[in-house]
């Protein structure tokens, strides 16, 4: 049994180096933890962006004080050490920068990002952690903070070999406040038509706030991708927002909402939407990202020179070709860039192909129609299904992202039929019958 005359002296030991509260890790005399899982969704070169940002937020985090123990970062860890990359074991996230990928800890990298981990690893899964995995500790005080960056499309977001549902998302976050796993949490996310992940499906009521880059319809943007030595985009426009204006201030002096208000000035090409709880933004961020002063880096704010995420490897591959020293190294460029502008017709017309068979078998009366338009996702654990079924039988949109911008086509049919459990199962065969016609046997590699 330990009594206050044995412990005493070891405080006193300890404290001579370090002080109680930082033993007792930040705010501990408030009452609460920050712990904080930050992912990358994303692999190989043309994606630098993605783990930019993520290495970013880290350094932000650490910063400001939370510490590196309570970070879990999940990338995929290619892109420092790729030969394209000239700056070997540095990465940017604005032109001139520091570089953002020193010190970072990599608790799951390369087969290990999943979605499977991920929910894992919010869950606090046992079984992880017996394997000396890292998961949240978190318990009901605690605040947690998840900042995700990759590719999305309706109700899904990307992981390097898969994709992850907003069904199977918002399902893990309630279990967390079932659970009891987090007292205050917030959730970043940048992915194109990001708003969908929450729209219709977060609720209000379980403590809560997320910020998306882009609304449900829209793509969200790349930025600085200027930089003709990196050769693709360093940052994410609503990324760097948040990153750079969390770089420049007092977080103790900062609302949430007064963040989001900055995010959305400096993310001119998209629509940065709020979700769930939004009685929280009126906390500090450094509830969420730490409270230590650190050190105020006076924002960058270079001109963004923004893409569409979704047109970034071709833009890139355009600008190397005008680039090249001599007309060899132009035509393997070329190559490249007429193979994918291919892929990515062969896929489109494939999805119209696929949907036209679904009308002739009954559940819609004209593609065009189901193409052209945008019913709101609302049904989304059937629009789960039908994903993963496209997912399966289709084509892997965590490889070939540039297939998540038709998914919209599939959740207008999901809000049209009002499906039952019988009429699903039968749907569901259709689908696959239709990918199989149209896509799975023609497999494309090209398609990015
Ligand atoms: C980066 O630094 C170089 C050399 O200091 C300078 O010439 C260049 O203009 C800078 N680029 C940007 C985008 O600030
Ligand atoms: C499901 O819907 C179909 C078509 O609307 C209907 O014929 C069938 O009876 C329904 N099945 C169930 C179990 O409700
Ligand atoms: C979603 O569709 C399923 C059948 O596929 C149905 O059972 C469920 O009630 C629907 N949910 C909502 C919220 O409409």
Redesign the pocket.
Known sequence: MFSLLTIFPILFTLSAATPLADLLGPKSNAGYNIQAVLIAGSNEYYNYRHQADVCHAYQVLRNHGVPAENIIVMMYDDIANDPENPFPGKIFNAPNGSDVYAGVSKDYTGEEVTPQNFLGVLKGDKALAAKGKKVLTSGPNDHVFIYFADHGGTGLIGFPSDTLSSDDLNKALVYMHDNKLYGKLTFYMEACESGSMFENILPDNINIYATTAANSEESSYGCYCDDPKIGTCLGDEYSVAWLEDSDSHDLTKETLKQQFKDVVKHTPSSHPQEFGQKSLASLEVSQFQGEKAGKIHSPRRHPRSSVNSRDIPLVMLKRKIKRANDAAEASVHAKKLYTMIAGRRFLESGIKKIISQLCSNGYCSDAQQVMSTRRPL??H??YSKVAKKFQSSCLNLGIHTHGMKFMYAFANLVESN????ST?TRFLEDLERACNNHIADHGFKAIV
């Not at 009002?418 to 459990?421: A, K, L, S, T, V």
């Open positions: 609302v049904n654990s059937t009002n499906f039952n459990e699903l």
